[in-house]
């Protein structure tokens, strides 16, 4: 009888323990993908990844069929789809790697269970993290809500899964399966096509996957610990939606960062660190699965945000008159990924300067990135936030001059995605307005015309947030 190996978020051969056990029981697989927007399986992809996966489907299934394997694309509830295809086909198994969402987590074990009641085989695989995240516990017992313990137990648990080689063959399932068309899910934009910028950008799959993380190696992580703060510079390993599509995973990261040739200790672990930093956040997300909806602090539930949904649409354009924020948010529309310095920027700011609810900037986020993660995403805003675990205080507010000084110093950055103010000398790149009028009209910016004056003046906005945090502190 075949055996179905579910495909989910882990659309790779290489480091795939389901695929793996699959082809090695030498029994007829079924190779199969169910897209689910009923929500069952946890909130739908964003724009930016239904493109993602449209490439990611197509060149998983170009792989599995150089193993000779068919992809089977099917769209419903995957509880549906699962029955439908074991009834056609008498498969008496089904494979799994097992993904960490609370909506996820709650389907697989309702799947898992009834698939059993039913005599059939269910058998799930880790690798989307390198080590489970329910697995490491405080000394009492419970979770760590702050990274240094975390990371301590985390290295404490030994080294991390060993990576498996991909499957060299399998056996083909011969019978027919009803498969949809790719093309009928419609996941790549109808109307205005706004994906031009994110093709130019990334190539989708395993292989592409692998190709970053070779480059990367080679080219950026000896210095990762120097560049990664820079927007202007390729300084960091732009893996993430890889890894969030799963076509590569942590494991075969963290190894082939380790063997890289000229990297000094202190860079690597740097770099380990961030790696650690999504297992951490997977941690939260297991251990408090409303990280996504609640305040991971509930003090914050009484926070008066009060923003418009003016300001909110400034803020998704990248017109807020910040070029340090509206690079950020362009280069976010324009490329489906944004550098994580200017991540904490623009999500400061929207909550800080702005005053408006982090969870309407996560939406955003979710539906814009092509790295759109349920742990990562949530437990970022939530920190910027200052409602989360190990959170930056409330009261820290980013200044986003200063930031884009510091970090974007001769401007290279705002250049790039703000072409407006591209001609403006660096002492002025990041606070056009104190430039003065002759230095503007060279550099052809009108402000309030061509590029916007600053929407809120910082220091104002900056204790309009520290009042409304006081004022909320005095309610708990
Ligand atoms: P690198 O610097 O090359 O790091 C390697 C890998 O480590 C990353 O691919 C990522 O998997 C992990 N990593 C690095 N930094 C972090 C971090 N702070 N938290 C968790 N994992 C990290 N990351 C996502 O993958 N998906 C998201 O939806 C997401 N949303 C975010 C929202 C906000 C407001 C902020 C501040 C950060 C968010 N991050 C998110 C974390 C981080 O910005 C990205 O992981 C990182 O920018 C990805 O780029 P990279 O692959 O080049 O990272």
Not at 342 to 354: D, G, N, P, Q
Not at 363 to 381: H, I, M
Not at 445 to 461: D, F, I, Q
Request: charge should be negative; aromatic fraction near 12%.
């Amino acid at each position: 009888a075949p055996v179905i190996v579910w495909f989910r978020a882990d659309l790779r051969l290489r480091d795939n323990g389901a695929l793996s056990a699959a082809a090695a029981s030498g029994r007829p697989v079924i190779a199969l993908f169910v897209l689910d927007e009923t929500g069952a399986s946890g909130r739908p992809p964003g724009g930016a990844q239904r493109w993602w996966l449209h490439h990611s489907l197509t060149a998983l299934g170009s792989a599995l069929g150089g193993i000779g394997l068919t992809l089977i694309l099917r769209r419903g509830d995957p509880r549906a789809v699962l029955d439908d295809i074991i009834n056609r086909t008498g498969a008496q198994s089904v494979v799994w790697n097992r993904r960490y969402g609370p909506e996820a987590i709650a389907l697989d074990s309702e799947i898992k269970a009834s698939l059993a009641d039913r005599g059939l085989t269910v058998k799930s695989f880790a690798g989307a993290l390198m080590h489970e995240p329910t697995k490491l516990k405080t000394g009492s017992g419970g979770y760590y809500k702050v990274y240094s313990p975390f990371w301590r137990a985390f290295i404490g648990e030994g080294e991390p899964r060993r990576p498996d080689p991909a499957p060299g063959t399998a056996t083909a399932y011969d019978g027919t399966i009803e498969s949809d068309d790719l093309a009928d899910w419609d996941l790549l934009p109808t109307g205005p096509d706004w994906s031009g910028g994110i093709a130019a950008t990334w190539t989708p799959g395993e292989k592409g996957a692998h190709e970053r993380l070779k480059a990367f190696c080679a080219d950026a992580l000896a210095d990762y610990g120097r560049k990664r703060d820079l927007p202007g510079v390729d300084g960091t390993s732009r893996l993430s939606p890889h890894l969030a599509f799963g076509e590569i995973t942590p494991s075969d990261i963290w190894y082939a960062a380790a063997a890289a040739e000229g990297v000094a200790k202190k860079q690597l672990e740097k770099f380990h660190k961030e790696l650690a930093w999504r297992e951490f956040s997977y941690h939260l997300l297991v251990n408090f699965p409303d990280l996504r909806t609640a305040n991971f602090n509930d003090t914050f539930d009484a926070f008066p945000w009060e923003g418009s949904e003016d300001a909110l649409e400034a803020w998704h354009k990248g017109r807020t008159g910040y070029p340090i924020v509206d690079a950020g948010m362009r280069q976010l529309w324009q490329t489906g990924w944004m550098h994580n310095r200017v991540r904490m920027i623009t999500a400061s700011f929207l909550i800080k300067h702005l005053m408006i609810d982090w969870r309407r900037g996560e939406d955003w986020f979710w539906d814009t990135l092509v790295d759109g993660d349920p742990a990562s995403n949530a437990a970022s805003w939530q920190w910027v936030a200052g409602s989360g675990a190990d959170a930056a205080p409330y009261f820290r507010i980013f200044n986003p001059i200063l930031q884009g000084e510091k970090f974007d110093p001769d401007g290279a950055y705002v250049r790039r995605f703000v072409p407006e103010l591209s001609d403006l000398p660096d002492k002025y790149i990041h606070k056009p307005w104190e430039a003065p009028r002759k230095v503007l009209e060279k550099a052809k910016v009108s402000l309030g015309s061509t590029y916007p004056e600053p929407m809120v003046e910082h220091k104002r906005a900056r204790e309009r947030a520290l009042d409304a945090y006081n004022e909320m502190r005095g309610q708990a």
